[in-house]
């Protein structure tokens, strides 16, 4: 069952069509205009990095590459590097606090720290 997606050739849009099979015939009209003039496009796709090969990429916690702080999979490593270098385990509510900044949720201690900031 793929998708197919096209370019409108009067205004220019991008649409997706999903087909049934793949030898299913499709007559495609724009989304947006209506226009059966559509050319078909090569889609996009994704393109997915282990852990490892992003914190390589990225650099290490002593050794921070240029991207290292746009990534938000790297909060947290500095403080893991620690807590494993001195050989100590890690209390459960920073590993909860920085796993909960990983998914995008700001920590409450945080919030509590910056009043201004509001949940979107």
Request: charged letters at 25%.
């Amino acid at each position: 069952m793929p998708v197919y997606e096209f370019r409108c050739q009067a205004c220019q849009r991008k649409s997706s069509f999903f087909v049934r099979s793949i030898g299913g015939s499709l007559s495609p009209a724009c989304t947006a205009c209506g226009s059966r003039e559509m050319s078909r496009v090569i889609s996009g796709f994704a393109y997915h990095k282990s852990m490892a090969t992003i914190h390589e990429e990225s650099g290490g916690p002593d050794r921070p590459g240029s991207d290292y702080y746009k990534d938000p999979r790297n909060i947290g490593r500095w403080t893991e590097k620690k807590f494993k270098d001195l050989g100590m385990e890690m209390p459960s509510q920073i590993q909860e606090m920085i796993q909960s900044a990983r998914e995008g949720e700001m920590p409450e201690s945080v919030k509590d720290l910056q009043p201004n900031l509001t949940d979107v």
